[in-house]
């Protein structure tokens, strides 16, 4: 077993004696409801989704969903916390005691030594040169990085750099890890997902080199429009986004992290023409111990657009959660709001869990039922009433535009 880990005992309650290991990023969600994986029944002291606990080995983090008599640490109650080795975890007549391999800090930010080969990045305010990429101009930034304009010295070819940020540290292994999952990425290959050309490091820092497009500001085009036109062309987007997906499904790929600001629409001779970007890159970094915690995804608004089963268990990744962030997408790019009705007195991951979205019909009363019935679809709760396939809600968005 990794020299990182984190063993969660349960020590009273009805599942006392068992324990859970994790050399991974995983997640743990503790209720009683069906979607539970530690799931408590007879203790009504606990909430159908109580409180969840986000591994990050050597790190470890608990969010209470909102729970009606509370989720304690050390007998404080909490609502969002790291924790730390020895810490105990309560919820109604359950204790758990948190084990952080070597006694690590949870707050600690960088992996411990003996991974070795650890390099703590150096900030480097503007880079000019990364690897055999020649930097030309900032184009976006992201809760990875920063993504540039760049040339590449030998062949010439203008790519999308993304340069991961400086604070986030890599070793070898995180590496190898990204690395490898890269590799299968790069075989990608379609007209509808930007590829991934190279990856690498440069003095610690992880790249990612992908084809570069010209994008148009998305939300900038859509705005002025009448519902309905809007409606009509989001639909058209996502027939093509749909076309790609279908094509990384059948080579068993899965996006993960589909959303508005992965969507790269260019304006080529009058016509829109989306792509995909970050194909796998969140599978990536979460197989490389590099992914965010969801209390760190809330602050950005991403949670809105990650299917419920992908929050509860971040190891999860089939293609009917693609199938929802493309609804969740189309959502929000046709009624400009979020598919959640999310309120500053309630946690996010709890409002998701217990609420669920909103109908658009709720949001948007004049989406038409047809459009309106292939959104709330592919949004269901349960992945058994989702599309079964991303080429089957593709035939149905076609069915829309004729
Ligand atoms: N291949 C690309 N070609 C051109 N521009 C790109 C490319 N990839 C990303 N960008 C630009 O860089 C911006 C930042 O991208 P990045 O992927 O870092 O963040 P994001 O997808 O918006 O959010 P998050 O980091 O939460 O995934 C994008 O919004 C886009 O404008
Ligand atoms: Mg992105």
């Known amino acids: 077993m990794s020299s990182e880990h984190v063993v969660l005992k349960i020590q009273s309650g009805p599942h006392a004696g068992r324990s859970f290991t994790f050399s991974q990023p995983d997640s743990l969600l503790l209720g009683?409801?069906?979607?539970?994986?530690?799931?408590?029944?007879?203790?009504?002291?606990?909430?159908?989704?109580?409180c969840l606990?986000?591994?990050?080995?050597?790190?470890?983090?608990?969010?209470?969903?909102?729970?009606?008599?509370?989720?304690?640490?050390?007998?404080?109650?909490?609502?969002?916390?790291?924790?730390?080795?020895?810490?105990?975890?309560?919820?109604?007549?359950t204790q758990i005691a948190v084990h952080l391999a070597n006694g690590i800090i949870a707050s600690q930010q960088s992996p411990p030594a003996e991974l070795g080969a650890t390099r703590v990045m150096t900030a480097v305010s503007q880079p000019e040169q990364i690897a055999k990429f020649l930097l030309d101009c900032e184009v976006g930034r992201g809760s990875m990085g920063v993504?540039?304009?760049?040339?590449?010295?030998?062949?010439?070819?203008?790519?999308?750099?993304?340069?991961?940020?400086?604070?986030?540290?890599?070793?070898?292994?995180?590496?190898q890890v990204f690395m490898r999952e890269a590799e299968i990425l790069q075989k990608l290959s379609h007209k509808r997902i930007i590829r991934c050309l190279d990856t690498g490091a440069d003095d610690g820092r992880l790249y990612i080199a992908m084809e570069f497009v010209d994008a148009i500001d998305l939300d900038d085009v859509l705005k002025p429009l009448s519902l309905k036109k809007r409606t009509h062309v989001v639909l058209g987007l996502m027939r093509q986004i749909l076309d790609g997906l279908a094509y990384a499904h059948g080579q068993d790929l899965v996006h993960r992290d589909i959303k508005p600001g992965n969507l790269l629409v260019a304006k080529d001779n009058g016509r829109l023409n989306a792509r995909l970007a970050d194909f796998g890159l969140a599978k990536n970094f979460a197989d490389a111990g590099l992914s965010q915690i969801s209390s760190e995804h809330e602050i950005k608004g991403t949670l809105s657009y990650i299917a419920p089963e992908q929050i509860v268990n971040c190891r999860f990744a089939k293609p009917t959660a693609d199938i929802f962030s493309v609804g969740a997408t189309m959502y929000t790019l046709i009624s400009g709001k979020s598919i959640y009705n999310l309120s500053d007195h309630e946690t996010p991951i709890a409002t998701i869990l217990n609420n669920g979205p909103v109908p658009l019909r709720e949001r948007a009363p004049d989406v038409s039922r047809s459009v309106s019935k292939v959104v709330d679809k592919a949004l269901a709760a349960d992945t058994a009433d989702r599309f079964k396939s991303a080429e089957q809600m593709r035939r149905a968005i076609e069915k829309l535009l004729q």
Request: glycine share 6%; net charge positive.
């Open 147 to 175: 993504v540039y304009k760049a040339k590449h010295l030998v062949t010439g070819q203008v790519v999308a750099l993304k340069l991961l940020s400086s604070d986030k540290c890599v070793n070898e292994k995180m590496m």
């Open 32 to 50: 009683r409801s069906s979607r539970a994986h530690v799931r408590i029944d007879g203790d009504q002291h606990i909430s159908r989704n109580h």
């Open 53 to 93: 606990i986000e591994v990050r080995p050597p790190k470890c983090h608990i969010v209470d969903l909102d729970s009606a008599n509370g989720t304690y640490v050390n007998e404080e109650r909490v609502t969002d916390r790291w924790l730390n080795d020895g810490d105990t975890i309560r919820g109604g007549e």
